[in-house]
C-alpha cells in the first residue's frame, strides 16, 4: 500500500516554486532579459503542469481521500473564501497559461504581452495560494 500523505507537501512545494519562479521571471522581462525569461517562464510551466499532474494523480479515487478543514470561526471563512478564489482562478487560469505561452512560443509578443498582464498576476495568486491553502489544512488544523 502507497503512502499518499507526502503528495500535499510535494503540491505545496511546487506550487512555490511556481511563484518564485513567476516573480523572477516578470522581473527578467521588466529588465529586458528576453532569454532568460522565456527559460524562466518555462520552467514555471514546467513545474506547474508537475503539481498538477500529482495534485490529480493525489486526488484520484482510491488515492488521497478527503481532507476537512477543523478551524472555526473567522479563520472558517477565511479558509473558504480563499480555497473557492484559489479553485475558481485555478481552472480560470490553465486556458490562460496555454493562450500566453502559445503567443510567447509564436513571437506574438504584442498579443503575448496583452494576456500576459491577466496572467501573471492570476497565476501568481494561483500559486500562493495554493500554499496557503496546503499551510491552513495540514499545518494549522492538525
Do not use: E
Amino acid at each position: 500500500m502507497t503512502d499518499y500523505s507526502i503528495f500535499p507537501k510535494i503540491n505545496a512545494t511546487l506550487n512555490g516554486c511556481s511563484a518564485v519562479l513567476l516573480l523572477i521571471g516578470h522581473r527578467l522581462i521588466v529588465r529586458g532579459k528576453m532569454a532568460a525569461h522565456r527559460a524562466v517562464m518555462l520552467t514555471a510551466f514546467g513545474t506547474s503542469c508537475l503539481f498538477l499532474i500529482s495534485y490529480l494523480y493525489y486526488h484520484w479515487p482510491g488515492h488521497g481521500g478527503v481532507v476537512y478543514f477543523h478551524g472555526t470561526g473567522w479563520v472558517r471563512t477565511l479558509y473558504f473564501t480563499i480555497l473557492i478564489s484559489h479553485t475558481i482562478l485555478a481552472i480560470v487560469i490553465v486556458p490562460m497559461v496555454l493562450i500566453t505561452l502559445t503567443r510567447a512560443l509564436r513571437r506574438q509578443f504584442d498579443r503575448h504581452r496583452a494576456i500576459a498582464r491577466w496572467t501573471f498576476p492570476i497565476w501568481l495568486y494561483v500559486s500562493v495560494t495554493g500554499v496557503i491553502v496546503y499551510l491552513m489544512l495540514f499545518q494549522m488544523s492538525v
